[in-house]
């Protein structure tokens, strides 16, 4: 027994050791067009960590958005946990969602152009994780969600492997972006070097499974300078568009992922901030007269996105969120997958406008909202 | 510079190494074992272009091992109990659900398949039980070998068991025996319960086949929603490390050949 105990200790190093040779060697950080390249070699552990998923200042719940409150850079230091939660997506329609912090879409990251992210995620699908507990701190969206739990998240485990896969970050994607199992966690840095609105999502295969099942969320970079027009908005929102691919299971009144309408992009729920009612219910509000700014990200998984306002016209539109993909006067925005805009527009008048994909199926499948507008401020 | 290391090569390199010590096991009693008869299939993973993986004859438990029955293990092995093993066999979550060492308590029916248990752990028990861990081809193998009447009637079961890795709740395991599902030498179980632990569960294909967005792309040469469930399978397997637990990973025990003098092809 001693004896194959030592051949498995043997193999299991070895094992270890052939894992770990795959990864390249880390290049040290270096400077280029003002931009900062080479993170150290991510590390992947094991801890003893029950405390909250989502830690971060700067982490909120969708549509808002945690204003920038410091000069010049900083260095976050970040954690967002992967876990399963039991969500209603539309009404009647719940599922055990694969996510990233307990919500579809996951929690807003906001941080500044230059700024240097420490990241830390622990796969907890292995455990049942309680995010709306009053008090439970560690962000803005922890308190939050507490608040208003719109999808009614409940604890769920359904162990699988997932990783994390930020495209605001510039890294090499086999160390950073890897695969941990069930009670594994991964620390790496990436820097904001772009400014953007950006799509995170588990990278995991199927990725198709892993998105569609709810990893996925946003981080905004704002651009170090700004945007011109920053000074003229009123207000700031996040809007996400996704989709679901449900289907009625058979031994519960739970949905669960249909593969067939995923492979053939068929989605059964097109939402908006991952409810399909939620910005009916919980409109965006401002006032006549205001200038409203909405990250936008189509964060797919499969389709692309029209996204209008019904009732206003784009004053300006920065593609993918960068301030010199300046465009002025648009109806309406083309996004793929992974595509996304920083949207301005003047509220003309007191009175309701629809946010809404004007690829009409899918808007009719959930993809609309509401901006309620009071009267105009003197 | 990449290392490739061959699992199947190691093992016999350290079997022969070390083939002068013979290790006595009193085999246990056995619960029902089954063999699969050699044969072959496709796997998702690299293979020369037109030859399927071969698999020799073998034998494997008709069942996933229960809690009752790795409570029999570890009251004649202590060293293996939760409150006993060392980290370096199995992260935290060892057994977590459990009352206490040898009980699996009220909440943790003792027909359920044993869940929260290392490569490690499994190895140890399947020695203890006279058979070892199945490797990833047999297990695949004897899982895959079920009758379809129709490609309709394959596609739905692999659509259902999709469904099934994205929906199943691990907090509670159904019981051993359960699914309805078995392939036609009898085996239960393999699909809808549980994961199961495979000897070689992390194969040694480099960067060939790394975990990111396009690996399932690159699993599907056969092009099937089959497949696609396979893929899950294999990807699955390969993030575990051998220390890994959780509550949706058991295993079964497979046996070599011949198993002892009174076999006949068949169950026991």
């Known amino acids: ?378 | 510079m990449r290392i490739r290391i061959n699992i199947n090569q190691v093992r016999s390199f350290l079997a022969v190494a070390l083939g002068f010590i013979v290790v006595c096991t009193t085999v246990q009693a056995q619960p029902a074992r089954i063999m699969i008869p050699q044969g072959s299939f496709h796997s998702v993973l690299p293979e020369v272009v037109g030859e399927p993986v071969g698999v020799d004859s073998f034998y494997i438990d008709q069942f996933p091992v229960t809690n009752d029955q790795f409570a029999e293990f570890l009251k004649e092995n202590p060293r293996w109990r939760r409150s006993q093993i060392p980290t370096i066999y199995a992260n935290n979550g060892y057994l977590k659900h459990w009352e206490s060492d040898l009980i699996p308590g009220q909440n943790v029916e003792p027909n359920r398949p044993v869940t929260h248990i290392s490569w490690f752990a499994a190895n140890a028990y399947s020695e203890w039980n006279g058979g070892r861990l199945p490797t990833v081809k047999e297990w695949e193998f004897a899982a895959q070998a079920m009758d379809f009447n129709s490609k309709a009637e394959e596609d739905q079961f692999s659509y259902d068991l999709i469904g099934w890795y994205s929906s199943v709740n691990a907090i509670k395991p159904q019981e051993v025996g359960s699914t309805g599902i078995e392939n036609k030498y009898g085996v239960k179980d393999m699909f809808g319960l549980i994961m199961e632990w495979a000897e070689d569960f992390k194969p040694p294909i480099g960067t060939d086949i790394s975990l990111d967005c396009g690996t399932i792309g690159r699993m599907q040469e056969n092009n099937s929603i089959y497949s696609y469930a396979q893929s899950l399978r294999y990807v699955t397997r390969m993030s575990f490390s051998a220390s890994s637990t959780t509550g949706l990973l058991g295993f079964r025990v497979a046996y070599d050949l011949p198993v002892s003098n009174h076999l006949k092809s068949g169950s026991l």
Not at chain 1, 2 to 16: C, M
Not at chain 1, 87 to 100: D, H, L, P, S
Not at chain 1, 300 to 306: C, E, I, Q, R, V
């Open chain 1, 1 to 378: 027994m001693l004896v194959k105990q030592i051949i498995n200790t043997l193999l299991a190093s070895l094992l270890v050791f052939g894992v770990s040779q795959q990864i390249m060697a880390q290049t040290s950080e270096y400077e280029m067009d003002g931009m900062i390249f080479g993170m150290p070699e991510a590390e992947v552990f094991i801890e003893d960590y029950d405390g909250p998923p989502v830690v971060g200042e700067y982490f909120t719940q969708l549509p808002t958005l945690k204003p920038l409150d410091y000069e010049g850079n900083k260095h976050h230091e970040v954690r967002l946990d992967a876990m399963v939660q039991e969500i209603e997506v539309a009404n009647g329609v719940r599922y055990r969602a694969w996510t990233f912090g307990g919500t579809v879409p996951g929690p807003t990251l906001h941080v500044k152009e230059g700024d240097r992210i420490t990241f830390t995620m622990k796969n907890r699908s292995n455990e049942e994780v309680m995010i709306t507990e009053p008090g439970k701190g560690g962000s803005p969206f922890m308190d939050q969600v507490a608040e208003n739990n719109y999808m009614d998240a409940k604890p769920g485990v359904m162990p699988m492997p997932h990783s994390m896969d930020f495209h605001s970050g510039t890294v090499a994607k086999d160390d950073k972006w890897r695969t941990i199992s069930p009670g594994e966690s991964i620390k790496f840095d990436w820097i904001a070097n772009y400014p953007g609105t950006y799509i995170y999502h588990c990278g995991t295969p199927s990725v198709l499974m892993h998105t569609a099942m709810g990893q996925h969320g946003v981080v905004v970079v704002s651009p170090k300078d700004g945007f011109p027009t920053d000074d003229k908005v009123d207000k700031e929102f996040v809007v996400v568009q996704s989709e679901y691919y449900l289907s009625k299971g058979s031994r519960d009144d739970l949905y669960r992922y249909d593969f067939e309408a995923a492979q053939t992009k068929q989605p059964s729920h097109v939402t908006f901030n991952g409810h399909q009612t939620i910005l009916h219910d919980q409109p965006l509000e401002a006032n006549a007269g205001e200038r409203v700014r909405i990250h936008f990200s189509n964060n797919g998984p499969s389709l692309t996105s029209s996204f209008h306002v019904i009732g206003a016209i784009f004053d300006r539109v920065y593609y993918e969120g960068h301030p010199l993909n300046e465009m002025h006067g648009m109806q309406t925005v083309l996004l793929g997958a992974s595509n996304s805009a920083v949207v301005e527009f003047i509220v003309p008048e007191e009175g309701s406008y629809i946010l809404i994909d004007h690829e009409f199926a899918d808007a009719e499948k959930g993809a609309t909202g509401t901006l309620k507008a009071g009267p105009r401020k003197e």
